[in-house]
C-alpha cells in the first residue's frame, strides 16, 4: 500500500486548510486509514481515523475542527481542518490499517 499526503501549506491562525491522502488500493480493502501529525520536539501523534465502516475518531486536541472523511471511488481520504491554531503546525502523515505503511508527509505551517 502507498500513500501519498498533500495539500499542506502556510495559513494564519484561525484559517482552514484540506489535506489528502491518495491510496494505491482500493481503501475498501484496507481496515482504516488514520492521520497522525509530528513536530521536531514530538513523536507522532494520532490525529483522526476513518474505519472501513466509516466511523471516526478525533484526538482531543482537534475534536469540532477537524473532520476526517474518503472518496471511496478516488481511493482518497481527507482531512478537513478549520479554525488551524499554531500548535496544529506539524508535518502531517497518513497510515493504513492494512500493514502499516506512512506516506511521505505534507508540512502544515500555522502562522499566529
Known amino acids: 500500500v502507498r500513500l501519498v499526503e498533500s495539500g499542506g501549506g502556510l495559513v494564519q491562525s484561525g484559517g482552514s486548510l484540506r489535506l489528502s491522502c491518495k491510496v494505491s488500493?482500493?481503501?475498501?480493502?484496507?481496515?482504516?486509514i488514520a492521520w497522525y501529525r509530528q513536530t521536531p520536539e514530538k513523536e507522532r501523534d494520532f490525529v483522526a481515523e476513518?474505519?472501513?465502516?466509516?466511523?471516526?475518531e478525533y484526538a482531543d486536541s482537534v475534536k469540532g475542527r477537524f473532520t476526517i472523511s474518503r472518496n471511496d471511488a478516488e481511493n482518497t481520504v481527507y482531512l478537513e481542518m478549520k479554525n488551524l491554531k499554531s500548535e496544529d503546525t506539524a508535518v502531517y502523515y497518513c497510515?493504513?490499517?492494512?500493514?502499516?505503511?506512512w506516506g511521505q508527509g505534507t508540512q502544515v505551517t500555522v502562522a499566529s
Open positions: 488500493e482500493s481503501i475498501l480493502s484496507i481496515p482504516g
Open positions: 476513518i474505519r472501513l465502516e466509516g466511523t471516526t
Open positions: 497510515r493504513d490499517y492494512l500493514i502499516g505503511s
